[in-house]
């Protein structure tokens, strides 16, 4: 199983990313995939999710109304478009499989290395 992120940078208040997992070495449509982030000093929090069952898409709190998660099974990849980005969305973002998918980090088997999105003020 391999998942590699990629799209982070910096970039200024107010702007967009969208990041990118490429996923591979299991069968892509059984399994939710789910985006997490950590800022330095804090702790791990849920970003954006979708699901395996019904492919149901869900948020974190934080960026509701702002990031949206897409999916292309026949590229096995999942994309996270962010919108409006302000300097406390700064952190390393991950993404992650999981047989089902959801909110809960620790339920995550899989996990890609990680990319930096800086926000400067």
């Known amino acids: 199983v391999q998942l590699v992120e990629s799209g982070g940078g910096l970039v200024q208040t107010g702007g967009s990313l969208r990041l990118s997992c490429a996923a591979s070495g299991f069968t892509f449509k059984d399994y939710g995939i789910g985006w997490f982030r950590q800022a330095p000093g804090r702790a791990r929090e849920v970003v954006s999710w979708i699901n395996s069952v019904d492919g149901r898409t869900g948020y974190g709190d934080s960026v509701k109304g702002r990031f949206t998660i897409s999916s292309d099974n026949a590229k096995n990849m999942v994309y996270l478009q962010m919108n409006s980005l302000k300097p406390e969305d700064t952190a390393v973002y991950y993404c992650?499989?999981?047989?089902?998918?959801?909110?809960?980090?620790?339920?995550?088997?899989?996990w890609g290395q990680g990319t930096q999105v800086t926000v400067s003020s």
């Open positions: 992650a499989a999981d047989p089902v998918g959801g909110s809960a980090w620790w339920l995550y088997n899989y």
